[in-house]
């Protein structure tokens, strides 16, 4: 409600005058107003972008039922519904229909409704979603025995269980005990993560000491400039070691295939609503239920399990399935080595500016520049980063310190490292103004008490300054943190790349890889809502992601605001 | 033409709703199964074509199934960054949804002394998609070239501008066609501008999109849309047309036997180039990889991500000359 700031301006204006409109105005009542409707109209966009987000994002792993459409030329699709719109037939095809449905559009000025099937079954069909017209619809079915399985390869399959083979025990519909068709799906799956760990882990850690071994031996030709002695001795002991190491391979490769044998003996199969059969390894499936059959625990159950998969596994199929882990781990390491990057710069250039430089013009010319740098668009940002830090710089330490993986660059290309330095340079200017703003809030009592107290300035600065600017420093740092996290344009450019499932920090030495590139959930968004195959299938995990990338942000932001708050806490009562 | 399109339209839309299935693409059964070899590793940097990313990147997954150590980084910007990071190695491969241009085939040329190889991974009948409810059954190239030109070089002498120019009636007649394509860096834009407008240029009205995926979004949220871009994104929003060579002609549909065939005028094969220099073997990884793509296992890849897989012929050609053995 509108303060009693205006009182004085109402009783002149009222002495003065009785025309109303300048009476308000001078009130300020409708700029009062105008601020409040600012205000509300801020506060309601945010939110309802927000709710959008929220309600997609949270609505899109839970299972929905499975309709089975019997159309009215005798045809039978499968299908979950996903949304429905209305449109206008043409008249021809109008003129075609029923004397009564033709009459139910024509009450409905026109519009008929149809709606949306996600069918599945690529790899049989060609297409994974239909639209079928609600007047082509004979009847609409929810058969309990319908099954919804999601698969590694070729995205959904929706249909019903023909036979299953556990091993030579074959069952065929009707007879199947689901009990053990779960436990042996649970023990397929458990092998299938053992043939991965084993894969990625134990092979992993081989090849690359394979590979180090190849490096180091060319290391030794570069610097002998040939086949010298001491190469061939190389040679020989490289060769000795990688004798081993492909022992030690293959003995893995057999545990690994002889696992993979075991999950062949495990197979389904399936069959689409029109008949058509799918043989499947159990190990292929990731889950499956019964999508017209479950309890709303159950499918809780369902729901709870995808996102559990979508935050801790590699992205299958182009990105459009599995999960994001990489991603998620990159935007949180790149921003992190970001933080670690400006946070020194720019509380080094702040102090100096607000405390050492003598004011004058050329450091107000230095402000400006700063200031102006925020302004900067961040591709240009990019442009820089690559160019300087990517080429330049990283093309530099590869020749001195890497020249045995030329002509592949190691730093001279995109990586986390110039990631985090391109847009710590991109973020410095907000850290430099919060700092300098938050140096200036510490009362000038203080500092000359503290001189007074025969403190140098280095020792007031250190112990009684700093302190006192530090919660104001970390809204600065917390601004800088945001805004980079959200930020994708330059990343584009300096490393982010579509697929790198490597992650940047592993087992391997020397663990903390700066080198790589790597996947941002940003860029993820991008990627999988401009570029995937299928727009449709993709738009959910766009709305999750970015669910996810707005919740990794909030959470980096809480985190710094309960620090800052200990720090402000520390202070209170601190006054002299 | 009008009789026989709103007849054709008719036809559509009657059958639409009642397609019980898109036709299903099958692979050559002459293709070379793929074997796994041992001791591969290393890492591959694919840097090209976005058209083509998608696809690189299921070849990329399968590739890695089976060799779990081979580190894989694949980045997809447009067929126009290919060949500088083929020349500056920062990738190993190329992919792109045009051939090299002289230009850049020269430029990889003065720095290694050779020309760098490509090889034919997948066909793309590259289609002109409409709304989903919109009638129209066919266009001639010229009338594709006036409706996305301003020069029109293939020879019609009036503009297209609006649905009723190229002879649609009712709601359709005064509404203004809304353009969909994609931006210069994109292969499929340096395609279609060749192909289809005879390298005339294009209208200001073209919205330009990121991605082959947002053109197919573009048209369908936008009835009165036309755009361009791989028969991969298809979705159940949006129509390919069929195209005649010449107004007049016989319609073609974008599909798989059509554009084997060369009949359907503007297919093209989607390529990966490389750096491999004649005189020496090309490193596991890499040979492994390229023998990957062209197997029965790689082209399975292709028919997932809606393209249209290459023939065994093609594919023992290709091979020959990387003088690779499968």
């Known amino acids: 409600m509108p303060p009693d700031s205006g009182h004085t301006f109402t009783t002149s204006g009222a002495a003065r005058a009785t025309s109303r409109p300048t009476d308000l105005r001078a009130r300020g009542e409708p700029f009062l107003w105008g601020l409040g409707g600012a205000l509300a109209f801020g506060v309601m966009m945010v939110a309802g972008l927000l709710l959008l987000v929220l309600w997609n ?12 459409v019997t159309l009215v030329n005798g045809d039978v699709i499968a299908g979950e519904p996903t949304r429905t ?179 062949a003996r495990y197979t389904i199969t399936l069959t689409e609503i029109g008949g058509r059969e799918k043989s499947q390894n ?4 990731v889950r499956f239920y019964p999508a017209n059959d479950l309890s709303v625990l159950a499918r809780l159950g369902v729901y709870f399990s995808r996102w559990g998969e979508f935050l801790t596994a590699e992205p299958r199929e182009a990105n459009t399935e599995g999960g994001v882990l990489p991603a998620i781990f990159g935007t949180f390491a790149m921003t992190l080595l970001m933080v670690v990057a400006v946070a020194p710069f720019g509380v080094m250039t702040a102090l100096y500016l607000r405390e050492y430089a003598r004011q004058g013009r050329l450091v107000s010319i230095v402000r400006i520049s700063v200031n102006n740098l925020a302004g900067v668009p961040s591709i240009v940002y990019g442009v820089f980063g690559l160019g300087f830090f990517a080429y330049i710089v990283g093309g530099t330490i590869d020749q001195v310190f890497f020249p045995e993986r030329l002509p592949n660059p190691t730093f001279g290309t995109g990586g986390l490292l110039w990631s985090a330095l391109t847009l710590a340079l991109l973020t410095v200017p907000v850290v430099i103004v919060a ?92 990627d999988v809502g401009f570029q995937s195959r299928n727009s449709e299938a993709g738009k959910p995990m766009v709305f999750v992601t970015t669910l996810l990338l707005i919740a990794l942000v909030a959470l980096m932001n809480a985190t710094a605001i309960v620090v800052r708050n200990r720090l402000k806490r520390k202070f209170v009562g601190g006054q002299f | 033409m009008n009789r026989k399109s709103a007849l054709a339209a008719f036809a559509v839309v009657l059958t639409a709703p009642f397609a019980v299935a898109a036709q299903t693409v099958n692979l050559d059964p002459a293709l070379p199964d793929y074997k796994q070899v041992s001791g591969v590793s290393g890492s591959i940097k694919s840097i090209g074509s976005d058209t083509l990313n998608n696809l690189m990147t299921l070849w990329a997954e399968g590739f890695k199934a089976m060799y779990p150590n081979v580190k894989i980084e694949i980045e997809g910007k447009g067929s126009g960054t290919a060949p500088p990071a083929l020349v500056a190695g920062t990738a190993q491969f190329g992919p792109m949804s045009r051939p090299m241009r002289a230009t850049e085939a020269d430029e990889f040329e003065k720095k290694f002394g050779y020309k760098p190889v490509a090889m034919r991974t997948a066909v793309d009948a590259l289609a002109v998609f409409v709304h989903k409810d919109n009638p129209i059954a066919c266009l001639s190239l010229q009338q594709v070239d006036a409706i996305f030109s301003k020069t029109r070089k293939s020879g019609l002498d009036k503009d297209i501008k609006t649905w009723g120019d190229i002879g649609m009636t009712g709601e359709w007649a005064a509404r203004p066609m809304s353009l969909y394509g994609r931006n210069s860096a994109s292969g499929t834009y340096g395609y279609f501008k060749e192909e289809a407008m005879a390298n005339g240029d294009f209208k200001d009205s073209v919205k330009e999109q990121p991605g082959s995926s947002a053109v197919v979004q573009g048209i369908a949220s936008d009835k009165f849309a036309i755009g361009y871009s791989g028969i991969g994104y298809k979705t159940a929003d949006v129509r390919a047309v069929a195209i005649s060579r010449k107004t007049g002609d016989k319609c073609i549909e974008a599909n798989a036997d059509n554009a084997y065939s060369g009949d359907y005028a503007i297919a ?37 991500d809606g393209y249209f897989p290459v023939t065994a012929p093609l594919v023992m050609n290709d091979l020959k000359i990387l003088g690779l053995m499968m």
């Open chain 1, 57 to 68: 994002g949270f609505a899109t792993f839970y299972p929905r039922p499975i309709h089975v």
């Open chain 1, 85 to 263: 719109e209305d449109f206008r037939p043409p008249a021809t095809e109008v003129a075609a229909l029923p004397a009564a449905v033709r009459a139910g559009i024509e009450t409905n000025l026109g519009f008929a409704d149809r709606t949306l099937y996600r069918t599945g079954n690529f790899d049989l069909y060609g297409d994974d979603f239909r639209w079928i017209t609600d007047y082509a619809v004979a009847r609409v079915a929810t058969p309990p025995d319908l099954y919804l399985f999601e698969r590694l390869e070729w995205g959904a399959f929706i249909g019903r269980i023909k036979s299953v083979d556990l091993a030579g025990a074959t069952f065929y519909a009707g007879g199947i005990p689901l009990d053990r068709l779960v436990a042996a799906h649970d023990e397929a799956r458990r092998r299938w993560r053992q043939i991965r760990e084993i894969e990625h882990d134990e092979i992993g850690r081989v090849n690359q000491q394979i590979e180090s071994e190849r490096l180091a031996l060319r290391k030794v030709e570069l610097r002998s400039g040939g086949p010298a002695t001491d190469y061939a001795d190389a040679a020989r002991r490289t060769d000795a070691r990688v004798v081993t190491l492909t022992g030690e391979y293959e003995g893995l490769a057999a545990r690994a295939a002889a696992l993979k044998a075991e999950n």
């Open chain 1, 282 to 285: 159990l190990a292929d499936i």
């Open chain 1, 435 to 526: 700092t300098e703003e938050a140096l200036a809030a510490v009362p000038r009592s203080m500092r000359e008490g503290s001189l007074a107290c025969g403190a140098s300035k280095w020792q007031t600065i250190h112990r009684i300054v700093l302190p006192r600017a530090m919660p104001g420093i970390m809204t600065g740092l917390i601004l800088a943190m945001a805004r980079g996290a959200g930020e994708v344009a330059p990343l584009m450019l300096v490393g982010v790349v579509k697929l790198a499932p490597e992650l940047p920090i592993d087992g391997i030495f020397p663990y903390i890889h700066f080198e790589r590139s790597f996947m941002h959930l940003g860029f993820h968004i991008y």
């Open chain 2, 268 to 304: 093209r094969f989607l390529y990966v180039y490389f750096n491999k220099n004649p005189n020496q073997p090309l490193d596991p990884a890499r040979a492994e990889f390229i023998k990957f793509v062209l197997s029965k296992q790689g082209q399975q890849g292709v028919i997932k």
